[in-house]
């Protein structure tokens, strides 16, 4: 609700009547809201239409009943008093003027440190809000990366599984080669002692075979 004169001062009427002080703190809590700057004024304005009238002073004429009484002594002296009454009178007057000015000054410097606060707070719970957005953001964020770590471990672990069969075929490998290259050195050994024994028998063939095989390497 908007601080309109109306809505201040419904609301300070409702204070009274329900026997509470109505004061700008109450009345913003009564309308739900608006400027402390403009229900001050408002308010000011209730409370000045609803202020009692001020007692009049007191007369400085003599009673008739004492005058016939009094002789020109005690007149002196009741107007005497009455002059310093009245001197102290406008003196504290002053003296309130002046403290009233000061009061009022402090109110709106009050007022309007209260407007600040009033800006500063909603400033604060937007960014609040703004935050709380982005963690939000941040923590989906989060939870998608780490989805996608744990894909890539698993990844991870299958390539590993992968290369440990590769370097087992390897070592199998290595040993089947060293396993042919034993077999192929014993074939090796095997002909060249049939070849030995086979020489001597074969006489001048042999021979003509091996000479054969002499010219031919000259």
């Not at 009050?110 to 963690?135: I, K, P, S």
């Not at 050195?185 to 001048?204: F, I």
Request: hydrophobic fraction near 40%.
């Amino acid at each position: 609700m908007k601080a309109t004169r109306e809505a201040v001062y419904e609301a300070a009427d409702a204070l009274t009547n329900a026997g509470d002080t109505p004061n700008v703190a109450a009345i913003r809590r009564v309308i739900g809201g608006g400027s402390f700057t403009t229900i001050q004024t408002h308010f000011l304005a209730w409370r000045q239409e609803h202020r009692a009238p001020p007692v009049s002073a007191a007369t400085s004429t003599l009673p008739a009943d004492l005058e016939d009484g009094l002789h020109r002594l005690g007149r002196t002296v009741w107007e005497r008093a009455c002059t310093g009454a009245h001197e102290r009178l406008a003196t504290e007057r002053a003296a309130l003027n002046a403290a009233q000015a000061e009061h009022d000054a402090a109110r709106r410097e009050a007022t309007a440190l209260a407007d600040q606060l009033a800006d500063d707070l909603d400033r604060l719970q937007t960014a609040h809000a703004d935050l709380t957005q982005e963690a939000a953001t941040t923590r989906d964020d989060l939870v998608e990366a780490r989805r996608a770590l744990a894909v890539l471990q698993a990844r991870l672990e299958e390539v590993q599984g992968q290369a440990a069969q590769l370097r087992t075929a390897e070592h199998a490998a290595v040993d089947q080669a060293a396993a042919l290259r034993g077999r192929l050195e014993a074939l090796e050994a095997q002909n060249a002692a049939l070849l030995a024994r086979l020489g001597p028998k074969g006489g001048t063939r042999g021979a003509s075979s091996k000479d054969s095989r002499s010219d031919t390497r000259g």
